[in-house]
């Protein structure tokens, strides 16, 4: 009798690829609330800039961390669901561009974060 394949299929490397996209995803989302929330925001545009520019490289990093392990464990394994998983990171990390709304919502939040802690 054939034994039942299960989604992931047999090889545990595209498990390991679809937990790896997964979990950098989610955890650059997270990671980034928490950049953002910690430390105290900068008053001048240029450090408000600078922050904005490091918070967007490591959560692109992490993305991009998950994205190129699922291209290895495509290039590998030859499954399509761990090309589906690597195109979902890719296309991931092209959704999380940055943007001059981001950069302003995040230099307002921090403006009246100094200005209320001023009074």
């Known amino acids: 009798m054939a034994k039942p394949r299960s989604l992931l299929g047999s090889n545990p490397i595209v498990l390991v690829a679809a937990m790896m996209s997964l ?6 989302l997270v ?10 925001m900068p008053t ?15 959560q692109w990093t992490m993305i991009e961390g998950g994205a190129l ?4 464990a495509t290039l590998l394994t030859k499954s399509g669901l761990a090309f589906a998983f690597f195109v979902t990171s890719w296309a991931f990390l092209a959704f999380r561009r940055p943007s001059a709304q981001d950069l302003l919502a995040m230099s307002n939040t921090g403006w009246r974060q100094n200005e209320s802690m001023k009074r």
Do not use: E, H, W
């Open 69 to 72: 392990f699922t291209a290895v």
């Open 23 to 28: 979990g950098s995803m989610t955890a650059s």
């Open 44 to 58: 001048d545009p240029n450090g408000v800039f600078a922050r904005y520019q490091v918070i967007c490289l490591v």
């Open 31 to 40: 990671l980034r609330k928490v950049m953002q929330q910690n430390g105290s």
